[in-house]
């Protein structure tokens, strides 16, 4: 299994630019959830969708962050416009189900730099 | 709400030395407890896990025990390696809340040849 997959891994932009994140979950799992990761804040979780569907999105920071997931083998977290406290690294990671002992898989990450 | 607190790091040892990350927690009822290692440049992996009292989740070498009565879940290693440096992740899954994760802040261990 190539385990979870998101593109890019470097992105550099300048700030007021529209940035799109992309993951791929492991192939049968029904669980998708996007994390970002600070020096200040550590990992929070931003957002979660359950057979592609949002759950909960009480993490996103504001209404510049957007969450699709379109299908079961593809979501996209999108930030416009950007702004250099955007600046982390942001996981994906997917889980096969709900039960209480199933294990999130994270993807490598998005390392994020806004100019 | 939930929350995971960690030691601070870094944590620098000697290889073969003795490991303790130690990890306390704060959530309604009884969550899973995880451990998660970052290697540099790359996404979490899960190290082990525990989803009830007394629990203890082990793997390469690693150990933690599911402490109810002290709301922690200690990481553990006998000997450490030089392999073993990498940032590591206490986290927690509350029982019929966010399924998401609430992680503590990492811990950045160091071992030294």
């Known amino acids: ?115 | 709400g939930n929350s995971v607190t960690q030691m601070e790091g870094p944590v620098t040892l000697s290889e073969e030395a003795f490991l303790t990350i130690n990890c306390t927690y704060t959530a309604t009822g009884y969550p899973s407890l995880f451990w998660y290692v970052q290697y540099p440049g790359e996404g979490l992996q899960l190290l082990l896990k525990a989803t009830k009292a007394d629990d203890k989740g082990s793997n390469k070498g690693f150990e933690a025990t599911y402490r109810k009565e002290t709301t922690s879940f200690h990481l553990e290693k006998g000997s450490v390696q030089v392999s073993d440096s990498a940032v590591y992740f206490c986290a927690l899954r509350s029982v019929g809340g966010a399924d998401g994760l609430t992680f503590g802040k990492g811990t950045h261990l160091i071992i030294q040849p």
């Open chain 1, 1 to 115: 299994d190539a385990g979870v997959i998101q593109s890019p891994r470097h992105e550099v932009t300048e700030m007021g630019q529209e940035v799109t994140l992309r993951c791929k979950p492991i192939s049968g799992h029904n669980s998708l959830f996007w994390y970002r990761q600070t020096m200040m804040r550590g990992l929070e979780l931003l957002i979660y969708f359950n057979n592609n569907v949002p759950i909960d999105d009480s993490g996103m920071p504001e209404d510049r962050f957007s969450a699709k997931m379109p299908n079961a083998s593809f979501s996209t977290l999108k930030i416009q416009p950007s702004e250099p406290r955007d600046s982390a690294v942001y996981f994906c990671a997917s889980r096969a189900g709900q039960g209480e002992e199933e294990t999130q898989y994270f993807g490598p990450g998005t390392r994020l730099l806004v100019l």
